[in-house]
Nanobody, 120 residues
Framework: QVQLVESGGGLVQPGGSLRLSCAAS????????MRWYRQAPGKQRELVAV???????SYADSVKGRFTISRDNAKNTVYLQMNSLKPEDTAVYYC??????????????WGQGTQVTVSS
């Protein structure tokens, strides 16, 4: 069983920055691609950023140039650096992890979510 624990959310003014972290715990697995999603009130969950195990990344158009996803494989942790935040970035942010167990694709796991609110 893998647990993902997110941290780093909060209230920030427009133009500010936050750094989200998502740490995976458990045993017998290796993390593959990791993703950050977000869900604003009344909206569908949307993909924000993806990073594969080798470090290749991709981003939603709405966050390109402002957000950076990174990972530390030794710590089983993924990060999301969010700069130049806008009110429309307000949402609950979730991390998602693909796992590999014994060389075979395992289950995907989700974190509990962390609230990001951008407001003056």
């Amino acid at each position: 069983q893998v647990q993902l624990v997110e941290s780093g959310g909060g209230l920030v003014q427009p133009g500010g920055s936050l750094r989200l972290s998502c740490a995976a715990s458990g045993s017998g697995f290796r993390l593959d691609a990791m993703r950050w999603y977000r869900q604003a009130p009344g909206k569908q969950r949307e993909l924000v950023a993806v990073i594969n195990r080798g470090g290749s990344t991709s981003y939603a158009d709405s966050v390109k140039g402002r957000f950076t996803i990174s990972r530390d494989n030794a710590k089983n942790t993924v990060y999301l650096q969010m700069n130049s935040l806008k009110p429309e970035d307000t949402a609950v942010y979730y991390c998602n992890a693909e796992t590999v167990v014994g060389g075979t694709r395992g289950d995907d796991y989700w974190g509990q979510g962390t609230q990001v609110t951008v407001s003056s």
